[in-house]
């Protein structure tokens, strides 16, 4: 089976990081968003992927080509960001022969056992139940838990099943004919192409899809769920300290993870905290935060912030928000 991972987007909720730094590589719990989607997908057995670049694609494939050399990957571009239900219709040539692809989203991380979702019979979205389903793609089911209705951002929602960025399908032909059929309807109205409007009209044409449950879903579009995402994969873990960094009456409160090459002098680092490599923290106590590579920090008390590479803080205690490159002195 082969997997799509659509990775073409700005991620404008998560600015300021995203100027810089394209959504999947963000850091959770010392490693790239994208790195555990493509982890999950081969423990289950997914040998071949499809990469949909767009934003900072550059940094995205040289990641992958560093990290995941051996992988077995195809690249396509989406030069205009025309929607997802476009990422995908880009892809046609590369699947269009197979009998199931699965999709799921380049800056999602989804709590399910994958392997047994991609054994369910036929077409299967992956959703949970959301508070506000305004925000998502809805689906409405009949008794027989057949999907009948998919409906992107409802105003008024029927259900508050949320699509949850994770699909497999299973009439692969109908999908990319659905596709073409919105995409030229999109290019009429200047809209975007959305996903869920092909399989909604894939629906009314006749193919089945059914819902699986998902424990836990994060879509790491914003801050705080970037950091709730970071607090569940390090709980998931064992904390897990670099080998090489100077610990001088530091104190380390698991669970963390901590890169390569820090280094720490009278620091209390954690719990919930993950820092990228050769960061240098004195006199500074740090707690359910990330902090990217080439950091230095400096006489600060930091809880519940996102500070990207190469950033400078000096005499704080705030929760910040601060993308790459960034110098931020509040000791004068």
């Known amino acids: 089976m082969k997997a799509i991972i659509p990775v073409a987007g700005a991620g404008v909720r998560l600015r300021p990081h995203t100027y810089t730094q394209p959504k999947p590589l963000i850091l959770v719990a010392g490693r790239p968003i994208i790195s ?7 423990e289950a057995g997914v040998e071949e992927f499809i ?23 195809t690249y396509v571009m ?10 995908i219709l880009l892809t046609a040539e590369h699947v269009r022969n197979e009998s199931e692809v699965v999709i799921l989203l380049g800056d999602t991380i989804v709590d399910v056992d994958i392997k047994d979702f991609l054994s369910q019979e036929g077409s299967v979205l992956a959703t949970q139940k959301v508070e506000d389903p305004r925000l998502f793609g809805v689906v409405d089911k009949n008794s027989e838990g057949k ?5 992107e951002k409802p105003t008024i929602p029927k259900s508050n099943l949320a699509i949850t960025g994770l ?10 004919s659905a596709l073409e059929v919105i995409s030229n309807q999109a290019n009429e109205d200047l ?8 399989i909604q009209l894939m629906i009314e044409r006749g193919v089945t899809f059914r819902t699986y449950n998902v424990s836990h879903w994060y879509d790491c579009g914003k801050k705080e769920i970037v950091l709730e995402t970071n607090k569940m994969l390090l709980t998931k873990r064992i904390s897990d300290v670099g080998t090489q960094y100077i610990h001088e009456q530091s104190i380390i409160i698991p669970p963390v993870v901590i890169g390569q ?22 006199n500074s106590i740090i707690s359910d935060s990330i902090l990217g590579h080439y950091v230095v920090m400096k006489n600060t008390v ?18 910040l928000n601060i993308g790459d490159n960034n110098e931020i002195d509040f000791t004068q």
């Open 302 to 319: 930091l809880a519940k912030s996102v500070i990207g590479n190469d950033a400078i803080i000096k005499g704080l205690s705030h929760s």
């Open 51 to 73: 990469f949909v670049l767009g934003y900072l694609s550059d940094k995205i494939k040289a990641y992958l080509e560093s990290d995941y050399p051996q992988l077995s990957k």
């Open 167 to 176: 699909y497999k399908f299973a009439e692969i032909e109908r999908l990319f």
């Open 36 to 42: 555990f989607i493509i982890d999950q997908l081969r």
């Open 78 to 87: 989406q030069e205009e960001r025309r929607g997802l239900g476009d990422a």
């Open 261 to 282: 090459g820090c280094s720490f002098h009278n620091a209390i680092i954690g719990p919930y905290v993950t820092i990228g490599d050769h960061v240098n923290i004195d």
């Open 147 to 151: 999907v009948v209705r998919v409906v």
């Open 191 to 198: 809209q975007e192409v959305q996903l869920t409007d092909a």
